[in-house]
């Protein structure tokens, strides 16, 4: 199993990045699908969540702004990210589990994405 996490990259505060993470080995849509992300000195966090019915949670530091989402076809999982703050910069992890489990399994590798003028 792999996860692919990429996107990430420099944005200016007020922009977009949308972040994919492509899957081989699993199907995205037989799993919960989630994106973590962790800033320096901090802990890893959970940004995003999608389960397999499709039911979507997202921290409150980023409801309105961020949205989860997964393309079956292409096997891969989204997170649309808009209105970005500084705050936001950190590495973003993909993750997934099966909706039976609390523990997520699979990683990808990170992405950075930097809030920054």
């Known amino acids: 199993v792999q996860l692919q996490a990429s996107g990430g990259g420099l944005v200016q505060p007020g922009g977009s990045l949308r972040l994919s993470c492509a899957a081989s080995g699993l199907i995205v849509g037989n799993y919960d699908m989630a994106w973590y992300r962790q800033a320096p000195g901090k802990e890893r966090e959970l940004a995003a969540r999608?389960?397999?019915?499709?039911?979507?949670y997202y921290a409150d530091s980023v409801k309105g702004r961020f949205t989860i989402s997964r393309d079956h076809a292409k096997n891969t999982a989204y997170l649309q990210m808009n209105s970005l703050k500084p705050e936001d910069t950190a590495v973003y992890y993909c993750?997934?589990?099966?909706?039976?489990?609390?523990?997520?399994?699979?990683w990808g590798q990170g992405t950075q994405v930097t809030v920054s003028s």
């Open positions: 993750a997934a589990r099966r909706s039976y489990s609390f523990t997520y399994v699979y």
């Open positions: 999608i389960g397999t019915s499709g039911t979507t």
